[in-house]
Structure formats: C-alpha cells, structure tokens
C-alpha cells in the first residue's frame, strides 16, 4: 500500500481536507440528512435519508390524498407502472436494458422467485454452487428451493469454501462448476470482508460448463458500476435499502437477462401479467414481455416511493463518479491506517478488504481480536460503524456523503480508542442488531 500513498502529508488533517475541496461529488452530502453530532459509516447496511427521498413519499401521500384510486394511471409517476418504470431508471446503473430491471419485492423474496424460476435439476444435474462466506439469507432460500425440488441440501447446495475465512477464491469457484450443477447462485461483493468478484468471469466460465448463473447485487448496487448484460449474468437481485438509500425494508430490485424473457416465472402474480391485459382477468397466464414479469404483487407504493428520489441523486451523480470516490476513499482509509502505525503493535487491526480496487466493494473490513468492543467504543464516540461475526468491524464511507475528513477523523479515534483503553470498558457482547 506504501507506494499508494499520494502524498507524504496523508496522515494528516489538512491533506483529508484538500482532497475535500477537490470532490467533484461533496455537493451531494447537502442533500443528505446528516447529523453534526455523527460520522455515519454504515451506509452499506442502511443508508442514510436524503431530502430528495424526503420528498418523494410525501408526494406520494399527497397524491394519494388527492387522486385515491385514480393515483393508479393519473399520479405521477403512475403507480400502475412505476416498478417498470423505476427498473428503468436504474437499468443504466447495473448495464442492464431498461426493460430488463424491475423493482419490486425484496432481496431474499426476489431470490426466490428467481431461482424458483432458474433452479431446474434434471438428472444428474441438480446442485447449486454458493460460497461458505455467503449472507445467510441467500443460503437458507437456497436450501428450501433444493427441500421444494425434493431435493437433500447436504448434496445439492455445494458452499465453496474459504481459503484464508475472509475470501473467495474464483479458481474454486470456477473449478466447482462441474456436470453435476444446474445453478450458480454467487454474491456480488462478499458482506463481511468486501470482496468483489469478477462477475464477467465468473458467468463466463459457468455458462462454458452448461450453468446458469445468477447473483445477489445488495452489497454492489449503488457502489459498484456494472455490466450485467454485456456479461450475459441470467439474473441477479438486490436490495434498495443499502447504498441506494430507500429506507429501511424498501423494495427491492431484481434483473433478468433479455434472453430469458417470456420463460414462465416460477411464482407467479397478477402484477407480472402482461400489462396491456392485466385487467381484462382472465385465468390464463401471460408473461409480461420483460423482467416485469417477475413481480408478483401490488407495487407496494410507500416503501417504493423513497426511490423515485433516491435514483435522481445516483443519476446526477453518475456511477462512475461514485466508484471512482468510493475507491479513492476507501484506499485512504486504508493507507491513512497503515501511516498512522494501526497495522502495527499495540494497535495490531488487520485489513480484511482486498486491497487491489478490482477486487474491492464498497467498505473496509477492519479485523481485530477486540471489535466488538472497538465498535461500541467508536459509536460512543458518534461513529457509526457496523460489527459482524466473529471480529470484524465494518466502515463504509458512502461517496454521496462522507468526507475525508470524516474518514480521517475515524482513523484517528480506532488509533486513540487503543491508546485510551476505553474500548477495555465496553461490553464484549454484541446487541441483537449488530
Ligand atoms: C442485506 C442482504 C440481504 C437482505 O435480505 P432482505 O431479504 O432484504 O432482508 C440478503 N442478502 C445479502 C447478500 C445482503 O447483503
């Protein structure tokens, strides 16, 4: 990392501040419900309020105030299409076709839907590759689909295995896809340590052994750019609720390749019924002609409401913008820690993270015997950190609206936290939301 540093100042304030003054991206923290009294580095579990979600729920009250059941076609935007119509707003951001993006749902229900629709074990081939480090959710989804399939997820959900507990080899993972998988089912981003996988790879060397390949987006989207078309990826799934800033439980977001349209969802509804007839209410199915096809249910109006929003920010900003922040932070990050003497004794945190860009999300993974309590001293010091099992203390500065400053300032209380011995007071327990 050594060599990354730009400058010999880095460890100090007034560098943090200069590289302030240069970000093309600062202007959006305005826009942003931030508190004084707080560094808030856990927008990649919840993301912060904007003004510009603010907004659109309150829009979305009025016109339901106003238009009642006429809100459907007359509100604007139209409720009737506005998973349609949000799907394509966010299309760009993930290098999808418009019509290949819905948002509805949410994560794990998407995740079902689509694997319902993907998983077919026929003969011999019947297993799903997943990963030892994947979020539990997306593993217990996967087990039931195998259950739903009479299937026996000890044989059938394949988890690839860690080398070093922080990371995923991709040559394990490639060298798993073997005859006898019918699905991949990968994360974008690893959440505990922020790996980030060659999705591109990835996909090729699934479809070079005859497997379809989908992957769960909630730690990538909004912090990373991607090219989920150009890839060939058959589907993926997301939440809106992490760096997309919809609020907490918002819907989600899901992606299916334009190859796959019109094949038959595995759990239908009516609100993936082919738009132009959803209301004559017939009985026999007919897909909608695009990935709208695989919502089930009524868009449910005020938890999507935030991201009307929420995508105009992300659409001013641009992706790119905010990649190219985020890396440059999260580098900081780790070369202001490793300058201010924190990968060392007394201090000894050890980064998680990869430190090449190509292999990193959005956040830092900071190791140490001691995080639990390291993050309960950094909240009573007003920074919000996230803590996951066993050691791990996560930080993310959100491109829209974290400083260098702040970034700064964090390292410095993880240094003066060891030097004061105050996280020695904390309790070890976590809480039940860690
Ligand atoms: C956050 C997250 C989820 C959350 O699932 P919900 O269904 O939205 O509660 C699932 N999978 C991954 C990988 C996540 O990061």
Redesign the pocket.
């Known amino acids: 990392m050594t060599q990354n540093v730009p400058n010999p100042d880095v460890a100090s304030r007034d560098y943090a501040a200069t590289l302030d003054s240069q970000d093309e991206v600062a202007p959006f923290r305005e826009r942003f419900h931030t508190r004084q009294d707080q560094i808030y580095m856990d927008g990649n579990s919840l993301g912060l309020l904007s003004r510009d979600a603010e907004d659109a729920v309150y829009a979305a009250l009025k016109q339901w105030k106003t238009l009642g059941i006429d809100g459907w076609m007359a509100a604007d935007p139209q409720w009737f299409t506005l998973g349609e119509q949000l799907g394509e707003m966010t299309a760009e951001m993930v290098g999808a076709y418009p019509d290949e993006v819905v948002v509805t749902g949410?994560?794990?229900?998407n995740q079902h839907q689509l694997v319902s629709t993907f998983y077919r074990p026929d003969g011999q081939r019947r297993k799903i590759i997943a990963t030892a480090l994947?979020?539990p959710?997306?593993i217990y989804a996967l087990q039931s689909q195998i259950l739903l399939r009479g299937g026996d997820p000890e044989t059938d959900l394949v988890r690839v295995e860690s080398r070093d507990g922080r990371t995923i080899d991709e040559e394990d993972l490639i060298a798993a896809m073997t005859e006898d998988v019918a699905l991949a089912v990968l994360?974008s981003v690893l959440?505990r340590s922020g790996q980030l996988f060659n999705i591109g790879r990835l996909t090729r060397a699934a479809h070079d052994a005859g497997i379809l390949i989908g992957f769960?987006c909630?730690?990538s989207a909004g912090a990373v750019p991607h090219e989920l078309t150009a890839s060939g990826v058959d589907f993926a799934y997301w939440?809106n609720y992490?760096y997309l800033n919809s609020g907490p439980?918002s819907v989600?977001a899901l992606y299916v390749n334009r190859q796959h349209h019109g094949t038959r969802p595995g759990l239908s509804g009516w609100w993936g019924y082919n738009k132009e007839r959803q209301f004559d209410m017939v009985h026999e199915w007919e897909s909608a002609p695009a990935a709208g096809a695989w919502q089930i249910s009524t868009v449910p109006l005020l938890s999507t409401a935030p991201l009307i929003g929420s995508l105009k920010i992300f659409r001013e900003a641009g992706m790119d913008r905010i990649r190219k922040k985020s890396l440059k932070q999260t580098e900081y990050m780790m070369n202001v820690m490793e300058a201010s003497g924190l990968l060392s004794p007394p201090y000894g945190y050890v980064i998680g993270t990869p430190t090449e860009p190509e292999r990193r999300g959005g956040h830092v993974a900071i190791e140490h015997v001691d995080a639990a309590r390291i993050a309960r001293a950094l909240k009573q010091r007003g920074i919000i950190p996230d803590f996951r099992e066993p050691n791990v203390v996560r930080l993310a500065p959100i491109a829209l609206y974290t400083r260098y400053v702040d970034v700064w300032d964090v390292v410095q209380a993880l240094k003066g936290i060891i030097d004061t011995g105050e996280y020695l007071e904390m309790d070890e327990g976590r809480n039940i939301v860690a």
Do not use: N
């Not at 949410?106 to 229900?109: A, S």
């Open positions: 949410t994560t794990t229900v994947d979020f959710s997306d994360p959440y769960d909630a730690h939440c992490k439980g989600g």
